[in-house]
Each structure stands twice: as C-alpha cells, then as structure tokens.
C-alpha cells in the first residue's frame, strides 16, 4: 500500500520561506526518483524539482537558485525548502515517486504566497 503524505503547507508573504515534507510508506524509496510538482489555479500540474537515489537534483527554471530539494532516505522522507517565496509559486505542491515501473503521489499541500 503506496502512500505519500506531504505537510508543511501554509500561507507567507512574498520572500519568506517554508519547508515541505513528504514521508513516503509501501515504496522503495531508496530505488526511487522522488519529486515535487505543483499546481496553480487554473493551470496545469508543473515539475518543480525532483532528486534520484543517487542524490542528482533538478529544479524548474523558476525556482533555481530559491528551492532546495533533499531526502533522508533513512526516515524515508522527501523535503523541499522554498525561499525567497513569490506570489507565483502559490499553488498545492503534491509529493512524487517514481521507481521506473510508475509513479505515486501524495494528496498535496497548499501553499499560498501573498504580495
């Protein structure tokens, strides 16, 4: 039984920061690329950043340089520190991971970045 749980969601002002966890149970997740996706109102699921079980990171272009993306593969979680937080990265940010053979997902946690 597959199951992604992401916390840590919650309304800043534009230029704070906040910490997503997704603890991830029934998965491999030392076999697994994890990531993070969101979604803003209206617009489609978008890749934000993802890490492989060889620690290999990659970020979208707009969250280079802000966003920092981590696991723990001994607590089997998945972090994603968000700074410098922008009123465009408000959306619901949902947990991923991938072993090869398909992909699981987490529920989603808001995160609402206001002006």
């Known amino acids: 039984q597959v199951q992604l749980v992401e916390s840590g969601g919650g309304l800043v002002q534009a230029g704070g920061f906040l910490r997503l966890s997704c603890a991830a149970s029934?998965?491999?997740?030392?076999?697994?690329?994890m990531g993070w996706y969101r979604q803003a109102p209206g617009k489609q699921r978008e890749l934000v950043a993802t890490?492989?079980?060889?620690?290999?990171?990659n970020y979208a272009d707009s969250v280079k340089g802000r966003f920092t993306i981590s696991r723990d593969n001994a607590k089997n979680t998945v972090y994603l520190q968000m700074n410098s937080l922008k009123p465009e990265d408000t959306g619901v940010y949902y947990c991923?991971?991938?072993?090869?053979?398909?992909?699981?997902w987490g529920q989603g946690t808001q995160v609402t970045v206001s002006s």
């Open positions: 890490i492989t079980n060889f620690d290999t990171t």
């Open positions: 029934g998965i491999s997740f030392r076999l697994n690329v």
């Open positions: 991923n991971g991938n072993s090869g053979r398909g992909n699981s």
